[in-house]
């Protein structure tokens, strides 16, 4: 079957690095997405890979290892606005997003 | 502000009411799509049009049935739920179905409770 794993919960303190990870088993892979869905809102997207290696869109980037079947949201100087489900998605070979559960990030101060 | 809007936003039913949720995308996009998502669980898809023609129904339980009169509405019609029913259901778009970078622009959602 297909699968991705997130952690369940994670808590970080304003001003800190914190890195989401995100495994997946699929059959086939045409590319990886990160939503970001504060407490009762809409996903939004955050970023896309299709080939490996580090996306970087200001304070967040995003990392993609195909072969390893393994991405990582990477959210620098935290803030407090950033407490958010953070939640990753992979396109398989039919197209479809198959998505994670979702990571709930608490930022502290 | 994504360009999806849904209505209610808020549904509280019996398992005997007939109800609909709406929702509207002012994005000229082709593909709409219905998701359920339930607490710590992963997204479910359930429904997907393209271009007001179904193009993919999940297994989904004949209790909850779409409706795409054009490309810039949806509709989920329900009927007879249950109590699992309960969820936030989801309405995104896309410009079109699957592919590429193409992201999903998803409405602010409906909180269902079934009674």
């Known amino acids: 079957g297909q699968n991705i794993d997130q952690p369940t919960e994670m808590t970080a303190t304003e001003g800190a690095i914190v890195q989401i990870n995100c495994t997946y088993q699929?059959?086939?892979?045409?590319?990886l997405f990160w939503y970001q869905q504060h407490a009762g809102e809409a996903p939004t997207f955050l970023s896309y890979?299709?080939l490996d290696g580090l996306e970087e869109k200001g304070r967040f980037s995003s990392f993609l290892s195909r072969s390893k079947g393994y991405s990582y949201l990477l959210l620098k100087e935290l803030q407090m606005k950033d407490s958010a489900s953070y939640l990753c998605a992979v396109r398989d070979s039919n197209y479809q997003l198959i998505w994670g559960a979702g990571t709930k990030l608490i930022i502290k101060p | 502000e994504t360009g999806v809007t849904q209505t209610p936003r808020h549904l509280v039913m019996g398992m005997t009411n007939k109800k609909s949720l709406k929702c509207e995308q002012h994005?000229?996009?082709?593909?709409m799509y219905w998701y359920k998502q339930s607490a710590k669980k992963p997204l479910e898809l359930m429904f997907v049009?393209?271009?007001?023609?179904?193009?993919e129904n999940n297994s989904v339980p004949s209790r909850f049935s779409p409706e795409c009169p054009n490309s810039s509405h949806l509709f989920l019609h329900l009927h007879t739920l249950q109590p699992e029913d309960s969820a936030l259901y989801l309405c995104a778009s896309t410009p079109q179905v699957g592919r590429g970078p193409d992201t999903q622009y998803f409405g602010p959602g409906t909180r269902l409770t079934v009674l």
């Open positions: 699929t059959s086939g892979f045409n590319g």
């Open positions: 049009y393209s271009l007001e023609e179904r193009v």
């Open positions: 994005l000229g996009h082709n593909a």
């Open positions: 890979n299709v």
